[in-house]
């Protein structure tokens, strides 16, 4: 939220209006109402695009209270996705674990599985490549064994 | 004709079906003991908290003789365990349940509550082949007699933590006959560890270890910390720190010199102290630490400093490196954080005083700071903040500005500085230039002066500064974008700094790589798709059944992790006898290789290969120690 102030005085209005309505920050707000406030200052029209973007959500714990924080989350991403801005764009990355699954599979615009991406398969290959034959503790091992190494890493490492 | 392979998987959900289709059905009894426990895996993560704080297994075991056996033959794997824990039922009841392993976690500060449960504290503690993970935050009465039980080997016990609610000095100290030959975590707090018990033969497996609050009584010089340390290959995190300043000024000769070689703690990545100057100089003049990416150190007031050691030893640790500094007073002392410390996953140094008075606050920091003066000359961002919540109201009387301009002056290569609201005053005071001061010009390299205030206020307070450096050639650009209530809202909303991270991740980046999803067509569809468009990128599923790694007597392991500063491939060969390192080119046939390899903070595999051939090849590697 305070990105986005960065970029609107629209935005900032929002802000401040959900500041002073908490007291001038003498309250604090709970979760819900800051996501209201997100999505009321989502909801302005005119505005270029806004890209969020939600890293590792498996990260989210799934076991602390009831909803969980990866609840949540999850529910938020849904009403995210439900609302529909014509200028809103979510990329969420994670596990697929079974409940992320469930609500991402039907919510995704479109779905990447990385493991299945020949781009990713390179990038894993460039990359132990290039510590095989640059690691200075490395230097010491035949070539052959460095050559088993590239191809064990880069054939069993399935796009992880 | 659809075949029976096709039938087990069904199709993936979609947004007309979102729950999978059942397309097939049989009785569960078809499924192989791996199937089933992924699935105890999945009802388990359900609800973690009550699968042993509620025996919430119990309910699978109860389902037939088959489960039952399997559950309890693979309790390491399901992490199961009896929890003795604040009012949870005494062992006795639990008989008719099989010998699980026990872990005991007490957390009360009254002695009323302890009390009560006393009984069952002992109970578990007494039975040691069966504990695998003691908490204990208790008053000393209580910890003492918890302590006094605990003289024999624990031999499954991985994590000992033990800690008095009290601040003030006790003399409870852990049995110099207590062993441990599996502990990973050790950690005491207000409990003293005996230097008759040896840390690196009986503890050898140990990653992390805090020693804090550590009672005078048992201080141990630094030397005999060191030659403990030196058998710990595998420790991650090392804290230390004193209930006092110790050992006394008048005692402190016998640290001065540091007389023996410098040691290697080669896993170490965290390091934290509490003491007197002068112990962390004797203790950092003799070890070295490759890997270190953290070092918190806490120094009790001293009127001078000497920290010619540290210096060296952040100067030769890669990980320690200084880009960016804050330097922040606050009631009770002052506190030195590099690459911001807020962010404990990155690396960096933090150095807190304790010192109540602010000139006194300025001159500390200002020593140290000259002190680090070899490392500090690299940091480009520097960030000077006052903290005024349980400040005295005179906290700015009488406040020299050549004591700020002494504070600036070892950071010599700093581009921006950022002056916190309450100190803006201050700094544009000792700015501002004077001609007799020129040869004490601090800051020569800036470019870039960042305040908390109103732009006319700003260009008020600094135009001296900025039309000085204009006339030198060297002009610095003024930044007051933030507003008095922007600047509240942002503290009031205190949310974390997503560059800190980003930054990481991109020193880390291999170059070139990612490009392909950049410049690629499903990046480019999102940024052009539909209203509220959801990307999903994932990998694959963790997997529940790691590999058992090995029966023989011989390890090969080969490992790498993205976000760790170890090499992507790191060889390491021993002898499951501790001590016993064989030759490199005596591996035996049965040697084997597992590759653990980790690239993504969020995507983790864990693959493992077993091979029995090729043995002569890897024979010819050179391998490292671990």
């Not at chain 2, 140990?206 to 609050?213: G, I």
């Not at chain 2, 404990?344 to 020593?367: F, K, M, P, R, Y």
């Amino acid at each position: 939220m305070i990105q986005l102030c960065e970029q609107s005085e629209a935005y900032c209005t929002v802000l401040s209006d959900f500041y002073s309505a908490n007291g001038n920050g003498s309250q604090r707000a709970s979760d819900s109402e800051l996501q209201q406030c997100l999505l009321r200052m989502l909801k302005l029209p005119g505005q270029p695009p806004v890209y969020v973007v939600i890293d590792g959500l498996d990260r989210c714990p799934v076991t602390r209270g009831s909803p969980s924080p990866r609840e949540i989350a999850l529910v938020i991403v849904d009403e995210l996705v439900k609302l529909h801005h014509p200028n809103l764009r979510i990329c969420v990355t994670s596990r697929p674990e079974v409940d992320i699954e469930l609500v991402l599979r039907s919510l995704a615009f479109h779905s990447v599985s990385l493991h299945d991406e020949s781009g990713q398969f390179q990038d894993i290959a460039e990359y132990v490549k290039f510590v095989v034959s640059t690691d200075r503790k490395m230097q010491r091992w035949e070539k052959a064994d460095k050559e088993l190494v590239f191809q064990v890493l880069t054939g069993k490492c399935d796009g992880m | 004709m659809l075949t029976s392979a096709q039938l087990l998987t069904p199709f993936p959900p979609t947004s007309e079906q979102p729950q999978y289709s059942v397309a097939y059905r049989s009785h569960i009894h078809i499924l192989n003991h791996d199937a089933l426990l992924n699935i105890f895996h999945h009802y388990r993560l359900q609800d973690v908290g009550s699968w042993n704080l509620r025996l919430a297994w119990c309910k699978l075991a109860r389902v037939c003789r088959r489960w039952r056996y399997l559950i309890y033959d693979s309790s390491s794997l399901l992490d199961i365990y009896l929890l003795f824990t604040n009012g949870s039922p005494a062992l006795d009841s639990l008989a008719h349940l099989p010998h699980l392993p026990l872990v005991i976690d007490y957390c009360n500060e009254t002695a009323t509550r302890v009390q009560q449960d006393e009984l069952s504290i002992l109970t578990g503690l007494e039975q040691r082949a069966r504990v695998r993970r003691i908490f204990l935050q208790v008053p000393p009465p209580h910890l003492g007699i918890c302590l006094a039980t605990m003289s024999d080997l624990y031999p499954i016990l991985e994590d000992l933590t033990l800690s008095s609610t009290t601040e003030e000095e006790t003399s409870m100290v852990l049995p110099s006959t207590f062993s441990a030959r599996n502990l990973r975590h050790l950690a005491l707090q207000g409990v003293g560890f005996p230097t008759e018990l040896p840390i690196f033969t009986y503890f050898t497996t140990l990653l992390t270890l805090t020693l804090t609050r550590i009672p005078a009584r048992y201080y141990f010089h630094p030397g005999h910390l060191v030659t403990q340390l030196q058998g710990l290959h595998h420790l991650e995190e090392l804290s230390i720190g004193f209930a006092i300043p110790i050992p006394l000024p008048s005692t402190e000769g016998d640290l001065l010199p540091a007389p023996m070689p410098r040691v290697t703690l080669p896993t170490l990545k965290r390091l934290t102290f509490r003491g007197v100057a002068v112990y962390l100089e004797n203790l950092v003049a003799q070890i070295n630490a490759p890997l270190l990416e953290r070092l918190i150190v806490a120094l009790f007031f001293e009127i001078d400093f000497t920290l010619v050691s540290l210096t060296q030893f952040v100067h030769a640790t890669s990980g320690l490196r200084c880009l960016s500094a804050k330097v922040l007073f606050k009631s009770g002392g002052v506190s030195i954080v590099t690459n911001d410390g807020e962010f404990l996953s990155s690396g960096g140094l933090t150095i807190n005083i304790n010192c109540e008075h602010l000139d006194w606050q300025i001159d500390v920091a200002t020593q140290c700071c000259a002190a680090l003066e070899q490392v500090l000359y690299a940091v480009d961002e520097l960030t000077l903040e006052l903290n005024k919540d349980g400040m005295p109201s005179d906290w700015d009387d009488s406040l020299d500005s050549m004591l700020w301009r002494g504070l600036l002056l070892p950071f010599r290569g700093v581009k921006k500085l950022q002056i916190g609201s309450s100190l803006t005053f201050e700094l544009s005071d000792a700015l501002k230039s004077d001609a007799a001061e020129l040869d004490l010009n601090p800051l020569p390299e800036l470019q870039k002066l960042e305040v908390q205030l109103e732009v006319n206020h700003a260009n008020m307070l600094f135009s001296t500064f900025i039309e000085t450096r204009d006339l030198e050639g060297r002009p610095v650009e003024l930044d007051s974008r933030l507003s008095s209530t922007s600047q509240k809202i942002q503290t009031w909303l205190s949310p974390t700094d997503p560059w800190m991270n980003h930054n990481i991740a991109r020193e880390r980046q291999h170059s070139g790589t990612g490009t392909w999803w950049i410049h690629g067509e499903a990046f480019s569809k999102w940024k052009n798709s539909g209203p509220s468009s959801l990307l999903w990128i994932h990998g694959k599923r963790q997997y529940f059944c790691r590999p058992v790694l090995f029966c023989d007597t011989h390890k090969l392991h080969v490992y790498s992790g993205s976000r760790e500063e170890h090499p992507l491939v790191r060889l390491s060969f021993y002898n499951l006898s501790p001590g016993r390192m064989t030759p490199h080119r005596s591996v035996p046939q049965s040697s084997r290789i597992s590759v653990l390899c980790a690239f993504g903070d969020w995507l983790r595999l864990h693959s493992f290969i077993a091979t029995s051939g090729r043995t002569e090849r890897r024979n010819s590697v050179g391998y490292s120690n671990p």
